[in-house]
């Protein structure tokens, strides 16, 4: 079971406590000391059916954990009205809507697809690469003709409203990478069965108006998404390049497997990036557990939610943050 707390508590829990700016009012969680033994799925932003959909596979005795991940995953890539994930996604600079999604196993297995176009289930062919080939990333025009060849089909991608506002966009075409525009960007998916085993998956179709090309961290093992069924498992949302840079994920296990607590190594691996590279107004959220069910979640802007759902409930929770 997940328990509240005053955000004024944090300063005593934090081992980066002054490393802390400031944060946002309110009732926030601090899960430091709660562990959820049983089932487990946490994912970024606002998911509550995701969640749950994970979560129901999770207890059903004939799904696997990768089951649980896609069926989650599934249900925001269909949602037009995620403009950061899938079907309705914001599309590239050239009105192309492009997608990136990774999926990782408690073996350590990795499957992912990046500038995937026209099919709208990135995570499962994402699954498809990590169960079906040798490799670990297919990319672009091969990623799409890897799903067609697996009886996927084209489809536009470009709802009305993300064109619209795309059009709106190209009149003076100023890229800027905005955070939390809808309090949803990827969906980062983690889960963890009775056992302590855990799997991941992450889908999104990137920066807005983003460069042709560009791929961002969500389909890079280690930078968007990472899995270590000894340790813990970790996904991010925001900027990509800024957790590209750091292999932010893989940080942030690495720090959990040196001993720190799923909070501490979600704090450590964002002040990493603020300390490195700097992050003036860009947001980056972390989300964390590790096998014994505890979790963390942390952001350096302020209104980064996240979404826990265990045997009680499904919560959606606000991360602690660096900065207002
Ligand atoms: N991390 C994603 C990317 O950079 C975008 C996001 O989470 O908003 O492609």
């Not at 709802?159 to 905005?178: I, N, Q, R, V």
């Not at 939390?180 to 991941?200: C, F, P, W, Y």
């Amino acid at each position: 079971m997940i328990t509240r707390r005053k955000f004024s508590s944090l300063f005593g829990l934090s081992i980066l406590g002054n490393s802390l700016k400031s944060c946002s009012a309110g009732v926030m969680t601090d899960t430091t000391n709660s562990f959820v033994s049983g089932n487990l799925v946490i994912s970024t932003w606002r998911n509550p059916t995701a969640n749950q959909l994970a979560f129901s596979a999770l207890k059903s005795e004939d799904k696997s954990l990768l089951d649980a991940v896609e069926v989650g995953i599934n249900t925001v890539e269909d949602d037009p009205k995620d403009q950061s994930v899938g079907y309705g996604g914001r599309p590239d600079k050239n009105g192309e809507v492009t997608l990136d999604a990774c999926i990782m196993d408690s073996k350590g297995n990795v499957g992912s697809v990046t500038y995937l176009k026209e099919i709208k289930h990135a995570i499962s062919v994402a699954r498809l690469v990590l169960e079906t080939t040798p490799h670990v990333i297919l990319s672009g025009q091969g990623a799409q003709d890897f799903a067609l060849e697996n009886g996927y089909i084209k489809e536009n991608l470009l709802t009305e409203k993300s064109k619209l506002e795309y059009d709106e966009w190209a009149k003076e075409m100023k890229y800027e990478p905005k955070a939390n525009i809808e309090r949803h960007d990827t969906i980062g998916l983690l889960v963890k069965d009775a056992q302590g085993n855990l799997s991941g998956g992450c889908s999104t179709s990137g920066m807005a108006y983003k460069l042709g090309g560009r791929v961002g961290d969500s389909p890079i093992p280690g930078a968007g998404l990472f899995v270590d069924n000894e340790i813990g498992a970790c996904t991010a949302t925001g900027v990509g390049e800024l957790v590209l840079k750091t292999c932010a994920s893989f940080l942030c296990v690495e720090f959990m497997r040196s001993g720190l607590s799923p909070q501490a190594a979600c704090e450590k691996a964002i002040m990493r990036i603020i300390d490195k590279i700097g992050a003036e107004k860009q947001q980056v959220g972390l989300i964390c557990c590790n096998k014994k069910g505890q979790i963390g979640a942390y952001s350096i802007m302020s209104g980064f939610v996240y979404s826990v759902t265990d045997n009680d409930s499904t919560q959606i929770l606000e991360a602690y943050s660096y900065s207002l």
